[in-house]
């Protein structure tokens, strides 16, 4: 059977793509609120768990010793833009534990906000790894292996400590193994899992709810949590969806973009989790798509109703600014 429409592109009044795919919402008790196509078909999340990736940073007590801040906790969940500050800020971290961007094992790229990659490349500078998307949570591991007192070279292989423990999180809180045999090669280059999306999303709902998790764990969800509600802008950048959107929600919903049309959310009152894939990979469906499922379930006072509404339904304008379609949740879903 075919996945659903999750998300169709209109021009003029005509439906001219559609991009399919699997969703659902779960409960922290596993209880199913919301699926739709193959939600046990194995994805890999990528950047999506990248909190629970961050979890053995607070629980070891490595950010506490290191005094890291709220905003350099919110970066070390983060897949930013390389602008000034996500780079600013990755530098202090690794300062904190004694290192620099030498120790960074995540390849350098180009600032994927625009402005910023201008601008560096008008000072004549080369792009470094404190601009990679993922130097947040490297720096954060970088400071995990330096307070697990082991030495961070080679923290991105799967027998490293760093990545030993990460792996135990994912477990734990998804409560899907990550066997050997589903591990591919993450682009800033840490071992992911696929797993299935009921998985994932179990994982968020105990991720925004604290149920099923240990009171450590729990209390590091939570300080996560805080922080990027706090710096909604850490995690991602200007103009980037999952800042507008926290920006807007904020400590009401925790979503996190994947590569590859994977996006999650945990959703804290309603102790609600969220994980969805498109099948073709499409950032922009996988964007309204989850809108759509927040506007479903989270209840919004008029005026944020009104603020959301450009996240649930974007605007497509061609090079001369004149609006020509949308992307949005198909018309009849």
């Given at each position: 059977?075919?996945?659903?429409?999750?998300a169709?592109?209109t021009r003029g009044?005509?439906?001219?793509?559609?991009?399919?795919g699997?969703a659902?919402?779960?409960?922290?008790?596993g209880?199913v609120?919301?699926s739709?196509?193959d939600?046990?078909?194995?994805?890999f999340p990528r950047?999506a768990?990248?909190?629970i990736q961050?979890l053995?940073?607070l629980?070891s007590g490595a950010?506490?010793?290191?005094?890291?801040t709220?905003?350099?906790?919110?970066?070390?969940?983060?897949?930013h833009s390389g602008?000034?500050?996500h780079?600013?800020?990755?530098?202090?971290?690794l300062?904190?534990?004694?290192?620099?961007?030498?120790?960074?094992?995540?390849?350098a790229?180009?600032?994927?906000?625009e402005?910023?990659a201008?601008a560096?490349?008008?000072?004549?500078?080369e792009?470094?790894a404190?601009n990679?998307n993922?130097?947040?949570?490297?720096a954060g591991?970088?400071?995990?292996?330096?307070?697990?007192?082991?030495?961070?070279?080679?923290y991105?292989?799967?027998?490293?400590?760093v990545?030993?423990a990460?792996?135990?999180?994912?477990?734990?809180v998804?409560?899907?193994a990550?066997?050997?045999?589903?591990?591919g090669i993450d682009g800033?280059?840490i071992p992911?899992?696929?797993?299935?999306?009921?998985?994932?999303?179990l994982?968020?709902?105990?991720?925004g709810s604290?149920?099923?998790l240990?009171?450590?764990?729990a209390r590091?969800?939570?300080r996560i949590?805080a922080?990027?509600?706090a710096h909604?802008?850490?995690?991602?950048?200007t103009?980037?969806?999952?800042?507008?959107?926290m920006?807007l929600l904020?400590a009401r919903?925790?979503t996190?973009?994947?590569?590859?049309g994977?996006?999650?959310a945990?959703?804290?009152e309603?102790g609600?989790g969220?994980a969805?894939?498109c099948?073709?990979?499409?950032g922009?469906?996988?964007?309204?798509a989850?809108a759509a499922l927040?506007g479903?379930?989270?209840?919004m006072?008029?005026?944020t109703?009104?603020d959301?509404?450009p996240?649930r339904?974007?605007?497509?304008?061609?090079?001369?600014?004149?609006e020509?379609g949308?992307?949005?949740?198909?018309?009849?879903?």
């Amino acid at each position: 059977m075919e996945n659903p429409v999750l998300a169709e592109v209109t021009r003029g009044n005509t439906v001219e793509s559609r991009h399919r795919g699997s969703a659902i919402v779960i409960d922290a008790d596993g209880g199913v609120v919301f699926s739709a196509g193959d939600v046990e078909r194995p994805v890999f999340p990528r950047s999506a768990v990248k909190a629970i990736q961050a979890l053995p940073l607070l629980e070891s007590g490595a950010a506490d010793r290191y005094g890291l801040t709220e905003a350099e906790i919110a970066l070390a969940v983060s897949s930013h833009s390389g602008e000034p500050l996500h780079a600013e800020t990755s530098l202090s971290m690794l300062r904190k534990a004694g290192r620099d961007a030498g120790c960074l094992e995540c390849g350098a790229h180009w600032p994927m906000n625009e402005a910023a990659a201008r601008a560096l490349a008008k000072s004549g500078r080369e792009p470094s790894a404190l601009n990679n998307n993922c130097s947040g949570k490297h720096a954060g591991f970088v400071c995990l292996s330096c307070g697990l007192d082991a030495d961070p070279a080679g923290y991105v292989k799967p027998g490293h400590a760093v990545q030993q423990a990460v792996r135990g999180a994912l477990e734990e809180v998804t409560g899907a193994a990550h066997s050997s045999e589903r591990m591919g090669i993450d682009g800033c280059s840490i071992p992911s899992y696929a797993v299935p999306l009921r998985a994932l999303a179990l994982g968020f709902a105990r991720l925004g709810s604290g149920r099923g998790l240990g009171p450590a764990r729990a209390r590091a969800a939570a300080r996560i949590r805080a922080a990027v509600a706090a710096h909604p802008f850490m995690v991602a950048g200007t103009d980037r969806f999952d800042t507008r959107l926290m920006s807007l929600l904020g400590a009401r919903a925790f979503t996190k973009t994947g590569a590859e049309g994977v996006y999650c959310a945990a959703l804290p009152e309603l102790g609600y989790g969220i994980a969805l894939k498109c099948d073709d990979g499409a950032g922009r469906a996988a964007e309204v798509a989850l809108a759509a499922l927040l506007g479903r379930f989270l209840p919004m006072d008029e005026p944020t109703q009104v603020d959301f509404a450009p996240l649930r339904e974007a605007v497509l304008k061609n090079w001369n600014g004149i609006e020509v379609g949308q992307v949005r949740a198909p018309a009849a879903g």
